[in-house]
């Protein structure tokens, strides 16, 4: 059975198909055609005289399309050489799957053959697929619908493919001649429970972004992120936001849609909006302690049903356990302003913007004592409600699990740029707002006394108010949010540069000096992309550019191993022990913040920093970096192009908005 990892995706959400390089689709652990939280067919598979042709080759085209190419034995010339071939294209779109099946004699005499196509579907849910039970469940017996046709219907889904000419052929093939039969996929679904559905976007349409740097890496990495961000996006009326990752997380996610699309505002601004807005729509009103849902509060995650993940986590369909997706809300609209947001979509937000602040001061902080800290109430819910989610993500040194309730690190430095940067915008608009910075610099100076611990900030504090110690990657998100003055940013620096955080390929979620690290744990060791680049956002930011530079060549080298196509983490033995990074077994590839880091760590080595509203625009490219040439074309601000070139350490403004201040530090890169 093929692992996640080994498996080649096809995208365009919410359809995606999860295969093994053979093309083969046999039911075998994820394999399948999914949409829509629902495996479509775990059963799609060519036999030729009932023998499965010879997987050869896997040419993956683009995001969506992907050609499979197998030789068949038994036929044509008796040579070494193949003679008979099979191309399979296979492509994914909005509506469901179309796959063309095309037969190639090249041999000196024609053929006769059986083709059949076998088909199945347990229309297992991907909650079910991913804990295992699906593995049990029977294939549901086909209901035929004329020679072309078979369907399948249960729960009010209903699945439809299509063969043309049939799903049993007997072809005649000429040499040089070829046959083709062509399938399509499609289904119909049962309607939601909370009112929450899956939906398309209404176009995909391709990024107008160009990147030349005299690292080609670069450049590969990119193009191949961006068009995994056009396939993984998805759309809640007219606003668009990306699924987090196929095929478990292909839905709206407060954390993972929120980080992805402040990302790559500088490319794609309306994307963002987008997800502010569909995030909005479904911000708490009231205190519900099975789904975790409080007054102002930013769900975690959506779906159309609830999902129950096995080992005791049930999920609602609408999940409201995050700490941290709320605080990133107002982070990501005050980026969407500065970055040229509409003046009216700003405003109509923020109603949002006051009950989201409100939320940290009355909800957030249950015992009180001035930190944002969670716990899970229902008892079938995440343990941890911080990025790293799972049960052991916060650990003592000694591999003891941090008890209940905790108040991550990274959570309070969120919010200390919510309350800052959420006051700018009231402010902005008329509205008074000094309680909330009154509030930041209260949070910023208990932290100080509470959370430092042998020189460097904890993970978090436990229920006994201890600071967890332990290195961790946590830290680094704290860079850049203005809750650390200068001297502690260059102490956590300093701390992020040592081997045991550092990789070579990333930075690790777990210190190689902790008792239970693992470079295969989830978050007790791996790599994930997103956190780095997150880490280098902040390292940059703050003038700590070796450092950052040091992350950025780390992750381009395991972009380039994983074929600029950066899965959800991988792991984390590092450049000290092997060549190219181990993959994880069950990473989801693509995934949302991973794809959308490769824009994230350009924009922050250049140092755009925009004021569209204030009508400045200054540029601060990072005094050390791994490339001598970057020229980036087709940023969006303001609903304008910009585009710079830095080349030699000498910085050009190739286009600006007229009306914007621009100011250039050029000394910087030198």
Request: contains cysteine.
């Amino acid at each position: 059975m093929s692992q996640l990892h080994e498996l080649v995706t096809a995208l365009a959400a919410p359809w995606v198909v999860l295969s093994p390089r053979s093309g083969q689709l046999t039911g075998s652990g994820a394999e399948g055609v999914y949409a829509r939280d629902r495996r479509i067919l775990s059963r799609l598979s060519l036999t030729v005289d009932g023998r499965e042709p010879i997987p050869v080759h896997v040419d993956e085209q683009d995001a969506a399309t992907h050609q499979y190419v197998a030789m068949v034995e038994g036929l044509g010339d008796t040579r070494h050489d193949p003679t008979v071939t099979i191309y399979r294209t296979r492509t994914v779109d909005s509506d469901g799957l179309t796959e063309q099946i095309t037969m190639v004699n090249r041999s000196r005499t024609p053929i006769e053959c059986r083709l059949d196509v076998a088909l199945g579907t347990d229309l297992a849910g991907t909650a079910a697929v991913r804990s295992g039970a699906a593995a049990g469940l029977p294939q549901l017996a086909p209901l035929p619908d004329g020679p072309t046709r078979i369907r399948w219907e249960s729960d009010a889904t209903r699945v439809v493919v299509s063969a043309d000419p049939g799903i049993t052929t007997t072809p005649r093939i000429e040499p040089g001649e070829e046959f083709t039969v062509t399938l399509r996929v499609t289904a119909d679904f049962p309607k939601s429970t909370t009112g929450f559905t899956i939906e398309p976007p209404a176009e995909r349409a391709p990024y107008d972004l160009a990147v030349r740097c005299d690292d080609k890496r670069v450049e590969r990495w990119l193009s191949r992120s961006l068009d995994d961000v056009r396939a993984l996006q998805l759309a809640a009326g007219d606003d668009r936001y990306l699924g987090a990752g196929p095929p478990w997380y292909l839905t709206l996610f407060g954390r993972d849609s929120l980080i992805s699309s402040g990302m790559l505002i500088p490319v794609d601004p309306t994307l963002a909006a987008g997800t502010l807005r569909a995030l909005a729509a479904w911000q708490g009103t009231k205190v519900d302690l099975e789904s975790a849902e409080q007054p102002g509060k930013i769900p975690h995650e959506l779906r159309a049903d609830v999902a129950d993940h096995g080992g005791g986590l049930v999920l609602p369909a609408a999940y409201y356990g995050t700490h941290d997706a709320t605080q990133l809300w107002i982070i990501t609209l005050h980026k969407a302003w500065r970055w040229g947001m509409p003046a009216d979509e700003v405003r109509a937000l923020l109603p949002n913007l006051r009950r989201a602040l409100s939320w940290m001061k009355e909800y957030a902080d249950p015992d009180d004592d001035g930190f944002l800290e969670y716990v899970d109430e229902s008892g079938h819910g995440l343990a941890n409600q911080g990025w790293k989610d799972s049960v052991d993500a916060v650990q003592w040194p000694d591999g003891t699990l941090a008890t209940a309730p905790i108040a991550l690190c990274e959570v309070q430095g969120y919010a200390y740029a919510a309350a800052i940067k959420g006051a700018e915008l009231l402010e902005a608009h008329g509205e008074p707002a000094d309680e909330w910075r009154e509030w930041a610099v209260a949070l910023q100076e208990r932290f100080r006394s509470a959370f430092w611990v042998d020189g460097y900030p904890a993970i978090a504090l436990d229920g006994a108010k201890d600071p967890v110690a332990g290195r961790a990657s946590n830290m680094g998100h704290l860079l850049g949010t203005g809750l650390l003055d200068a001297d502690e940013e260059q102490t956590v620096a300093d701390v992020l540069d040592g081997a045991d955080l550092n990789s070579g390929f990333g930075l690790r979620t777990l210190s190689t000096a902790m008792t239970r690290f693992n470079p295969l744990g989830y978050h007790t060791g791996s790599v994930w992309p997103h956190d780095t680049a997150m880490t280098i956002q902040g390292l940059y930011a703050t003038g700590l550019s070796a450092v950052a530079s040091s992350y950025v060549d780390g992750l381009v080298r395991a972009a380039e191993a994983f074929g600029y196509r950066l899965p959800e983490l991988y792991g984390g033995r590092g450049t000290a022990e092997e060549r190219t990074p181990t993959p994880y077994p069950l990473s989801c590839r693509p995934q949302a913040w991973a794809a959308a880091a490769a824009v994230a760590v350009i924009v922050a080595a250049l140092g755009i920093e925009p004021d569209v509203p204030g009508g400045t625009l200054v540029i601060n490219p990072a005094a050390s970096l791994p490339w001598q040439v970057l020229e980036v074309s087709g940023l969006r601000l303001g609903g304008e192009r910009l585009s710079v070139r830095l080349a030699d350490g000498e910085l050009t403004v190739l286009e600006a908005p007229q009306k914007m201040v621009t100011s250039a530090n050029t000394e910087s890169a030198r």
